[in-house]
């Protein structure tokens, strides 16, 4: 049996046997509220971020910030209780009476952990909800901002935009995502190429660490500033906020989207993009996006997004389409000049002239799903993209996948430079998605063993020893601990698709500044063990 199977059935052996929600004895869940008032601020009552099963509100607000409906069943364990942070105290808090009282903490921010880990443990747990904690404060002099880790990628291009219409960040499309996990994690979006990642733009950071104190980059010094800034803070302490560093962005850009199926070509202009998309200019990226459709007639197809973006105006950008991947057919009627905000909102998938207040919406799309991840080095044979199609019909309309060019500043910046190491060499990263609405067993079941097998399929094509992942794309089909227990043996088989050669470094930092573990779940770094001899 795999160990993914394996763990599937544990868990699921244990809920029949075990109460839900996920708590330790009414005493100790009463110590630890009791707790909380003693180590937070009187001026900002704790209690008025407490939520338990018993309050009416709980349910809503654990289902209001995961977007993962895998995670929000029934079966799915509950935490003894939220604390909806309201102050800095109150974290300080959490940690504190949580070690002392024997809970486990999840900290969420903005709830798109592809597995569910900022919301779910199968030990008693307390999730620490960052939602309220949300200030952006953006100093144009210096062009930088202070975000708070509460706060969306949406509320944060907004509050740019609200300032000045030439700067913008380094983040991803999807406006409902947290700021604290996505910068953590290494975030990205159609300015890498130009500006690199979210995690090559930040500055500084304010951290709780398991003892309740609020470090800077100053304070915790350089080496868990390197760790949490694309290690996953979430295995050092509460991250809570980050300093990160505006990058210019031109009055106008320029956006197009061209689709091509297989009898239009598709394979081929999939296949020569491949060889130049890394290539081209650092000012244009452009996103291949695959999925497999029923056509007319009931036949099915692959149909190819090629979705992109331009630093400048069209004129230019024909120019340098007709030079470098004429075969896209990249025509005027396919571009559409707008401000950088309101490219946002087209890689988000509004339609133009959508309000920019979109972007303060909190409110998330949920649906079944699962993700994986691939990094490509050399280009893929048409047998390979042939491969990938063949797959992709299988399960049309319910399946995508996201080819993302590398290149330019990506290629520029050192492995070890941050925990992050999918840098030079790499052509583009593929996530491979899924998405269901029918959540019986038997459907999920379907959907998942879906996309294991294509991410099997795959295996020759893209990078090996280690099979390489990216850390924000959380997939723990690559390995896992207990929701309680770390296994440095185990997390290295995780660590190193995550994280290469940096994880030593990261399990380094983890004994540093948590030694004895209390940050934790199923995929965190573990402390070195001073016992092991690499």
Known sequence: MKASNLM?????????????????PDSALDNFLR?????????????????????????????SNANNLRFLTPLTPKPGAIIAALDESHIQATIICAKHYGFQIRTRSGGHDHEGLSYVSYVPFIVLDL?????????????????QAGATIGELYYRIAERSKVHGFPA?????????????????????????????????????????????????????????NGGGGASFGVILSWKIKLVRVPAKVTVFQVQRTLEQGATDIVYHWQQVAHKLHRDLF????????????????????????????????????????????????????????QSTLFWAGYRNGTSLDVLLNRTQNKFFYKVKSDYVKDVIPMTGLETLWKW????????????????????????????????????????????WTNGSMEATKQYINWSRNVHAAMAPYVSNNPRE?????????????GSNYTDFEVAEVYGVKYFKGNFLRLAQVKAMIDPDNFFKNEQSIPPFPHQNSH
Request: hydrophobic share 40%; proline share 5%.
């Open 131 to 147: 939602f309220n904690l949300r200030s952006i404060q953006i100093d144009l002099e210096s062009e930088t901002a202070w975000v």
């Open 286 to 341: 452009i996103r291949a996006t695959p999925v497999g459709v029923t056509g007319t007639g009931g036949n099915k197809t692959v149909q190819v997004a090629f979705v992109g973006q331009f630093l400048g105006r069209t004129e230019r950008l024909l120019e340098l389409m007709n030079a470098s991947f004429p075969d896209l057919g990249l025509k005027q009627d396919n571009c559409l000049e707008m401000s950088w905000i």
């Open 35 to 63: 707790c909380l008032p003693k180590h937070s601020n009187a001026s900002k009552p704790i209690t008025d971020a407490i939520y338990t099963p018993n309050n009416s509100s709980f349910q809503s607000v654990l289902e």
């Open 469 to 481: 992942a990216f850390l924000n794309y959380r997939d723990l089909d690559l390995g896992s601990n």
């Open 392 to 435: 992709l019909m299988e399960i049309t309309d319910s399946n995508f996948i996201e080819m993302s060019p590398y290149g330019g500043r990506m290629a520029e910046i050192s492995a070890s430079e941050t925990p992050f190491p999918h840098r030079a060499g790499n052509l583009y990263k593929i996530e491979y998605g899924v998405y």
């Open 172 to 228: 991803g499309v999807c406006p409902t995502v947290g700021i604290g996990g996505h910068v953590g994690g290494g975030g990205y979006g159609p300015l890498m190429r130009k500006y690199g990642l979210t995690v090559d733009n930040v500055i500084d950071a304010q951290m709780i660490d398991v003892n309740g104190t609020i470090l800077n980059r100053e304070s915790m010094g350089e080496d868990v500033f390197w760790a949490i």
């Open 8 to 24: 599937l059935l544990i868990r699921i052996v244990y809920l029949l046997f075990f109460s839900i929600p996920m708590v330790k």
